[in-house]
């Protein structure tokens, strides 16, 4: 069993609530990035708080520990419950990143992989590894491995034991929901719900990985 989380990449405030709202009974969390947020601002995650699911702040937030401190407590202070970060900054950005999220009872999750073909290009020759290794070390809460290459789900799984592993790079992507739902704890999916012509229905077809 698997959570399915709604990449929510969508740039109008009303369609996101909408989506949101006709979602919700098919969706564990809404993930919620930059385009959302530059759109509407911070204020997006209480409104969406009507939904009462987990809100994950996808800024892959990437600077020195005391900036990383600044955004996450910012993210937590609007009302988001976990945060995504980049593990390439080194052990002590995402200490930060980790320490604001558990001193607002939230959670922290870090990129060890992307799931677009780029991510090939830079977190390889052991990188992910070494990153996924290091997110433990930390103290997070699990990381970020790619749907798109189930492969490298299976060897990252092996650096973060029962940590929680969520993947992106379902459906629109080329990811398989099938193929990586008993590899992870949650998938993300984005474009193939929002954009479908009932978004309900879209998410809804997700359950049979839910509920497996």
Same mark, same amino acid.
């Given at each position: 069993?698997?959570?399915?989380?709604?990449?929510?990449?969508?740039?109008?405030? !009303?369609?996101?609530?909408?989506?949101?709202?006709?979602c919700?009974?098919?969706?564990?969390?809404?993930?919620? #990035?930059?385009?959302?947020?530059?759109?509407?601002?911070? *204020?997006?995650?209480?409104?969406? *708080?009507?939904?009462?699911?987990?809100?994950?702040?996808?800024?892959?937030?990437a600077?020195?520990?005391?900036? &990383?401190?600044?955004?996450?407590? !910012?993210?937590?202070?609007?009302?988001? *419950?976990?945060?995504?970060?980049?593990?390439?900054?080194?052990?002590?950005?995402?200490?930060?990143?980790?320490?604001?999220?558990?001193?607002?009872?939230?959670?922290?999750?870090?990129?060890?992989?992307?799931s677009?073909? #780029?991510?090939?290009?830079?977190?390889?020759?052991?990188?992910?590894? !070494?990153?996924?290794? &290091?997110?433990?070390i930390?103290?997070?809460?699990?990381?970020?491995?790619?749907?798109?290459?189930?492969?490298?789900?299976?060897?990252?799984? #092996?650096?973060?034991?029962?940590?929680?592993i969520?993947?992106?790079? $379902?459906?629109? !992507?080329?990811?398989d929901?099938?193929?990586?739902?008993?590899?992870?704890?949650? $998938? $993300?999916?984005?474009?193939?719900?929002?954009?479908?012509?009932?978004?309900?229905?879209?998410?809804?077809?997700? *359950?049979?990985?839910?509920?497996?």
């Amino acid at each position: 069993m698997a959570e399915l989380i709604l990449a929510l990449d969508v740039l109008d405030r !009303q369609r996101a609530l909408e989506i949101a709202r006709e979602c919700a009974p098919y969706i564990d969390a809404i993930k919620v #990035g930059y385009p959302l947020v530059l759109s509407c601002g911070l *204020s997006i995650a209480r409104e969406l *708080s009507v939904t009462r699911l987990p809100l994950i702040a996808d800024f892959k937030v990437a600077d020195i520990p005391n900036t &990383n401190t600044l955004i996450c407590n !910012q993210i937590f202070g609007a009302g988001f *419950s976990a945060v995504i970060c980049q593990g390439f900054t080194g052990m002590d950005s995402v200490k930060a990143c980790v320490t604001s999220a558990h001193a607002h009872n939230g959670e922290c999750y870090v990129v060890a992989e992307m799931s677009h073909p #780029g991510g090939n290009e830079f977190f390889s020759g052991g990188v992910a590894e !070494q990153i996924a290794g &290091n997110a433990m070390i930390a103290g997070a809460d699990g990381i970020i491995a790619p749907a798109t290459r189930p492969d490298r789900v299976k060897i990252l799984r #092996g650096f973060v034991g029962e940590k929680k592993i969520l993947s992106p790079g $379902i459906g629109t !992507q080329g990811g398989d929901a099938d193929a990586v739902a008993a590899l992870v704890d949650g $998938i $993300i999916v984005g474009r193939s719900i929002y954009d479908a012509p009932d978004p309900a229905v879209a998410a809804k077809g997700y *359950s049979h990985v839910r509920h497996r």
